[in-house]
């Protein structure tokens, strides 16, 4: 029989489902203070082998995994097959995102996207998957870049600002989705690193490191120089080597570079159970059909 649990009696079992943490939202606490941010209501189901970490969104009238649409990868802690027959979990659920697999889930609109560096030691090496015309566009345009310094300096504001000058009203720190932002920035894994031309920022980048990986949480960036993109792949690559990660987290959200960038991906899964409001369907957030074709016949 299912029981409700704390948030607090909740942890240790989310940690013993997800014991091998990679990305930033895999950590309990970090996912706590999400729903809160939101001002969600948490409701924790545990029968002792199937665990449901919900909250409910009242603007939606469904329950998701806690954490929300922020959350970067929800993990199968239950039995699917349990999920046909309980009469015992609410009936409208939205899982976002789920890494694996099973009856009645459909493809996510975007993928995963990262970088798995125990295949790449720099960036000479990850280009090797680039076409040569590409391969000597990347390199030039870094060259051209000229002289730079990528130092670990900045802050969330100094960010922010960059984000708002580039992006105007459509930058997240003008809405509630940068309460993530926020939260990470409290957090002693986050660190700031900017790169630098004539002592002055023109990217400044909010890095999480949790165990052996490095996400790419936010940037904010000077439109003015077009090329900044390239250098931070090359020095992200770089200082995540530098901490022993064995992977960077690009977040799976759509953006043209990601694939152009050839970056890694994997599938991730969508499960909808009950009434779900096609409203929470975001078109803009999916992969364009000819974004997909022409990342398959190459550059």
Not at 12 to 33: E, L
Not at 168 to 180: M, N
Not at 230 to 251: F, M, N, P
């Amino acid at each position: 029989m299912m029981r409700e649990l704390s948030l607090e009696e909740a942890k240790p079992i989310w940690d013993g489902f997800v014991p091998d943490k990679q990305v930033w939202t895999d950590d309990w606490d970090i996912r706590v203070a999400l729903c809160k941010a939101y001002d969600y209501k948490p409701l924790i189901l545990y029968d002792g082998k199937n665990f449901f970490p919900l909250q409910y969104e009242p603007e939606n009238c469904f329950y998701t995994i806690i954490g929300g649409t922020t959350n970067e990868r929800n993990y199968i802690t239950f039995d699917p097959e349990f999920m046909k027959s309980t009469k015992e979990i609410p009936d409208n659920i939205y899982f976002d995102f789920l890494v694996d697999k099973f009856d009645g889930c459909i493809e996510s609109a975007c993928p995963q996207f990262f970088i798995d560096l125990t295949r790449v030691d720099d960036i000479d090496q990850y280009i090797e998957r680039f076409s040569k015309k590409h391969k000597k566009n990347f390199m030039r345009a870094i060259k051209q870049f000229g002289d730079y310094r990528f130092v670990k300096q900045g802050n969330l504001k100094e960010l922010a600002d960059l984000s708002i000058l580039m992006f105007k009203e459509k930058s997240d720190f003008l809405s509630e989705d940068r309460a993530c932002y926020d939260i990470l920035d409290r957090d002693k894994r986050t660190e700031y690193w900017s790169i630098l031309k004539d002592d002055r920022p023109v990217m400044i980048i909010q890095y999480f490191f949790y165990n052996r990986t490095m996400s790419v949480c936010v940037w904010g960036v000077d439109e003015r120089y077009g090329d900044t993109l390239k250098v931070a792949v090359k020095e992200g690559i770089a200082l995540a080597k530098s901490r022993g990660c064995t992977r960077i987290d690009y977040a799976p959200t759509y953006s043209s570079w990601k694939f152009f960038y050839r970056l890694d991906t994997a599938p991730l899964w969508r499960y909808k159970r009950g009434n779900i409001p096609d409203s929470v369907e975001a078109t803009e957030y999916g992969v364009p059909a000819s974004e997909t074709k022409r990342a398959s016949e190459g550059d």
